[in-house]
């Protein structure tokens, strides 16, 4: 998965599709999903509702978001949400924080409990339990990681938990060789994850511009929260709000992490920048 709607969509017929119904997704997008569309993804959204209107037999673009809209529990709101996600991650993406991150678990002797709230198709809650299987003795130390993402297809793919050899490179020969398994015949050039490291991580779909109370997290407090170069798709009345629900989940003294260019300086009193795209509840 990757930028696929970025391309231009020449090959649609717009002239059946109205600025209304434009506006109309891009605002069922933004009350579902959190994701505010900018105009130069115009193409993408003429390019998803045209398919989706025909994959879904519904004929008219316009029929098709008017379902969408009175059917909130349809598995098409899947489709249409993750025709619009960039997935785009990485092993061991911005290394700095997989640094904190050992920095903060050394010489823990308490269960630790991480959750990576947009982890798309697995690579960070991976990275997140070779880092934490290095730096605490399994067998002192229990700790778990919960990975979801709104895109389910993502998390299947993170479940799954294979990859071509190009991606797993940034995990470097000694991890490669500790934590997966390379395929033979016709998974050549590909890698699982051992069950050693993928039994570390619990995964889900969370919606995290949907109601907390639905998150599926029972009662749980984390020590840290991975929610990387997800807030930079939501306008700042979500964010702020997404902010405070993760806030609410963190263990006094524990760790947000976000994206490179994200910053969230004073958005949640109580929330205070570490330094470097990292911040602890203080208090
Ligand atoms: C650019 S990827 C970032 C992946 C990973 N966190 C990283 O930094 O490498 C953004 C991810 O956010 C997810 N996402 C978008 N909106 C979301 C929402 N409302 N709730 C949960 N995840 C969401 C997308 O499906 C996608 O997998």
Known sequence: MSEIFDVAANAYERADISEDDIA???????????????????DAVVRVITQ?????????????????????????????TAAFTINHTAFFREAHHFRKLEAF???????????????????????IAMTLRETVPAAAVPGVILATDVD?????????????LARVEPVGDARLKKYFHRGRGAQAGRVRVKPELASLVEFGAANLCADPAGWPLAAREFDAIFCRNVLIYFDHATQRRVLQALFARLK?????????????SQIVPGLKLLGQTVYVRDG
Do not use: M
């Open 52 to 80: 989706r209107a025909r994959a879904t037999a519904r004929g008219d673009t316009g029929s098709y978001l008017s379902a969408l809209a009175t059917q909130t529990q349809s598995p098409e709101w899947d489709e249409f």
């Open 24 to 42: 109309r997704a891009k605002a069922l997008l933004k009350a579902h999903a959190g994701i505010v569309l900018p105009d130069h993804r115009r």
């Open 252 to 264: 006094p003294q524990g760790l947000i992490f976000v994206g490179h260019s994200e910053n969230f």
């Open 105 to 127: 678990l050394r010489g823990r002797r308490s269960p630790i409990s991480i959750w990576c709230c947009a982890a798309s198709t697995g690579e960070e809650p991976y990275s």
């Open 152 to 164: 389910s297809r993502a998390i299947d793919a993170a479940r799954a938990g294979v990859y071509t």
